[in-house]
Nanobody, 112 residues
Framework: QVQLVESGGGLVQPGGSLRLSCAASGFTFSVSTMSWYRQAPGKEREFVARIITGSITNYAESVKGRFTISRDNAKNTVYLQMNSLKTEITAVYYC??????WGKGTQVTVSS
C-alpha cells in the first residue's frame, strides 16, 4: 500500500535552514507528482511546492526563492530544502501523493 513518511523537521532559529524528506513506497515513484503542504496552528492546510516528473517544479508565492523541492528517484524520496526560515513558516509539513495520500507530517518550528 502507499506509504509516505516525512522526516527532518525540528526546532530552528530564524534565518536557519532545514531539509525535509519524504520517503515513499507502494507506487511508481519516478513517474509520480509529489507535493509538500503545510498546516499552521488554527489555519487551513496549504500548498507549498510540487515536483512533477522531469523535475518540473511549482511553488507557492510565499516560499519562492527560499524553498527548493527536489527528488531522488533511486531512493523514492522527495525533499524540501528550506532556507532563510521565518517564524511564520512554523507548521506541520506534509508530503502528498495524488489527492488522497498523505504522510503523517513533520513539525517545523522556527523560533528564537
Amino acid at each position: 500500500q502507499v506509504q509516505l513518511v516525512e522526516s527532518g523537521g525540528g526546532l530552528v532559529q530564524p534565518g536557519g535552514s532545514l531539509r525535509l524528506s519524504c520517503a515513499a513506497s507502494g507506487f511508481t515513484f519516478s513517474v509520480s507528482t509529489m507535493s509538500w503542504y503545510r498546516q499552521a496552528p488554527g489555519k487551513e492546510r496549504e500548498f507549498v511546492a510540487r515536483i512533477i516528473t522531469g523535475s518540473i517544479t511549482n511553488y507557492a508565492e510565499s516560499v519562492k526563492g527560499r524553498f527548493t523541492i527536489s527528488r531522488d528517484n533511486a531512493k523514492n524520496t522527495v525533499y524540501l530544502q528550506m532556507n532563510s526560515l521565518k517564524t511564520e513558516i512554523t507548521a506541520v509539513y506534509y508530503c502528498k501523493y495524488r489527492g488522497i495520500y498523505w504522510g503523517k507530517g513533520t513539525q517545523v518550528t522556527v523560533s528564537s
